[in-house]
């Protein structure tokens, strides 16, 4: 039904976590798929039968040349993720250094505007745009400042590109992720004892569970669906879980 068959799609972040689940659920739906990261994955990306591109997408002319021989290969794309992330998370906004602003600046948001800016000349129109922002983005959490920030920054480019690129018919959505388990999120993470607690799921989430969301936003059942933010968070944007009351699970009838 969420077919990309026959479509290509360029993924930022795409050797690892999100990206790379996503990657390999579009090959194995018929996608021609580019994936682009900061180190040669030559390898894991034919073990998938993706394409790999090396690519440091805070840097704007590395990213449209990357896009330039692209298309010189394979001709227009139809879905491009900008999914590039780091986590900076941890210190208080008055213990963090400032110098730690500008990493999380360079590839949680410049690499979002640089695929916004360079992606649009280089995808056929009707096309899908889908921006990796985070539950972060929505509600205050302490300790994750310059992370929640670029995230939430990242709204603000989703919604302005949707508009823009309206006449086109190039769809521009972000996701939200809430915990998910990546190399990112490993099980000794803090962050996970703290969304078992909160979430009504009582789970932190799977890259499985986002990769219906991210393959129907990149299909043409979503032709309708602009400039939105979708949280995936079991349901914590919503409110607290039976955790949270310190109450075991209650089964309601």
């Excluded at 794309?77 to 999914?83: F, K, S, V, W």
């Excluded at 900076?88 to 110098?99: C, F, K, R």
């Excluded at 998910?180 to 989430?205: F, N, Q, S, W, Y």
Aim: charged share 15%.
């Amino acid at each position: 039904m969420f077919s990309v068959e026959g479509k290509t799609a360029f993924i930022t972040g795409g050797t690892s976590g999100i990206g790379l689940a996503v990657a390999e659920r579009f090959v194995r739906q018929g996608a021609k798929v580019f994936i682009a990261g900061r180190r040669d994955a030559g390898d894991l990306a034919a073990g998938i039968g993706a394409t790999a591109v090396q690519l440091d997408v805070a840097n704007g002319d590395l990213f449209a040349h990357v896009l330039d021989v692209v298309e010189e290969d394979v001709g227009k794309i139809h879905i491009l993720i900008n999914n590039a992330g780091m986590e900076n998370v941890g210190q208080t906004l008055v213990e963090q250094a400032i110098s730690e602003l500008d990493p999380a600046v360079d590839v949680n948001l410049k690499g979002v505007v640089h695929g916004l800016k360079y992606g649009p000349a280089h995808m056929a129109d009707g096309g899908s745009i889908i921006n990796t922002s985070s539950l972060a983005a929505n509600i205050g959490l302490p300790t994750y400042g310059f992370y929640a920030a670029t995230k939430a920054a990242v709204l603000s480019l989703t919604r302005t590109a949707a508009l823009e690129l309206a006449p086109r018919n190039i769809r521009v959505n972000a996701v939200c992720p809430g915990s998910i388990r990546t190399a990112m999120l490993p099980d000794d993470h803090p962050e996970v004892k703290l969304t078992e607690t909160l979430c009504p799921m009582g789970r932190i989430g799977e890259t499985d569970d986002l990769l219906g969301l991210y393959q129907f936003l990149a299909s043409g059942a979503s032709a309708y669906i602009s400039g939105q933010a979708i949280n995936v968070d079991g349901g914590v944007s919503a409110g607290f879980g039976y955790g949270v009351l310190g109450l075991a699970e209650t089964a309601v009838s």
